[in-house]
């Protein structure tokens, strides 16, 4: 399929209604291998470029504004080979979450809401990040009158022992 006709494909996908039924079905059209009973959220991006890379199995539920990349390189494009995502069958990924290539996620696995997956996820497990606390005391804002620099200058470590 020529790339313009996939870059559009994939763009009416991530805004169109439809999670089970027109954003799978326009994905399958620009070539992803999507399996049956897939949800697709809305504004998920699946890598533009190598997106055959990506089989999603059977019964998966792709949260909102979730990003799959398939590959890492500058310049002339090159082959799949570069990285590959699975997602096998019965896997729930949550909304906001980000999967980077070289991953396969297990069948039934569960991946809460904002995690970064940059390893292979075994079968049937929870996986997510830890929960967010605290980490610095901020002394000074970080606004733009007084910059990044004065933003780190202002950070006090937290004494964790305390929360």
């Known amino acids: 399929m020529p790339r313009v006709l996939g870059a559009v494909l994939a763009k009416l996908a991530m805004v169109c209604p439809g999670g089970?039924?027109?954003r799978p079905r326009l994905h399958r059209?620009?070539?992803?291998?999507?399996?049956?009973?897939?949800?697709?959220?809305?504004?998920?991006?699946?890598?533009?470029?190598?997106?055959?890379?990506l089989p999603i199995g059977n019964n998966c539920t792709i949260g909102i504004r979730t990003t799959i990349v398939t590959h890492f390189y500058w310049g002339p494009?090159?082959?799949?080979?570069n990285g590959s995502v699975v997602i096998e069958d019965d896997v729930f990924i949550g909304p906001h979450t980000v999967i980077l290539p070289n991953v396969r996620i297990g069948r039934g696995a569960v991946i809460q809401a904002g995690s970064v997956v940059t390893t292979n996820v075994p079968p049937h497990t929870l996986w997510g990040p830890a929960p967010a606390g605290p980490l610095a005391a901020v002394g000074v804002p970080l606004t733009r009158a007084n910059g990044y620099q004065g933003f780190l200058r202002g950070l006090k470590p937290h004494d964790s022992s305390r929360v």
């Open 77 to 81: 494009a090159q082959p799949a080979s």
């Open 29 to 53: 059209w620009r070539g992803v291998n999507v399996g049956r009973g897939v949800w697709i959220g809305l504004y998920v991006s699946i890598d533009a470029l190598h997106h055959e890379a």
């Open 20 to 22: 089970d039924g027109m």
